[in-house]
């Protein structure tokens, strides 16, 4: 069974751009998280995802956003970027969405925003 | 509010010591904790978790945890260490606030000398 697919792996974005990032979750998976993890900050929760609906939400601003599509695909989206974005951006698939359901985890992507 | 303490930044242990990394969390009702594991790059592995029933529960890679209530603990531990194990490693309550989300604590690094 194939992981969690994120792509890229690897951005460098310029400061005031977007960027969208991708999370393929693990087949039959319909819940997708999104966790941010800087060296200060650690890995903070931004959001998650089930049946396409939005159900959590961590404390972002507004600059971030998410989607999940029928097929549980997700995507996230971050609008005017500023340098204290830079981070490792990781998404998680789970089966349920419980809170004792384990996650599992993609490589994550690495934007870099300069 | 749910939180979880990772007291040690960064353990170092010789090759074949023991290892113990401590995890305290905070959370209202039952706990559902796990521990993770990451390579550098990489997204994060589960290692073990625990619900419910017996308190010591054994995971991936030879790791051990035990759950104490009384201490709102989950300390981690191998009783000999292999140079692989090198890797940061994390703590986490899974919590379900009008949705579900893992907290995570800010993680121990550890270092395996020869």
Redesign the interface.
Known sequence: KAGVTQTPRYLIKTRGQQVTLSCSPISGHRSVSWYQQTPGQGLQFLFEYFSETQRNKGNFPGRFSGRQFSNSRSEMNVSTLELGDSALYLCASSPRTQPNTEAFFGQGTRLTVV | AQSVTQPDIHITVSEGASLELRCNYSYGATP?L?W?VQSP??????LL?Y?SGDTLVQGIKGFEAEFKRSQSSFNLRKPSVHWSDAAEY?CA???????????????TRLFVKA
């Open positions: 559902y796990f993770y790059g990489q997204g994060l592995q589960l978790k619900f994390f309550v899974g919590a379900s606030t009008g949705g579900f989300k893992t907290i995570f604590g800010a993680g």
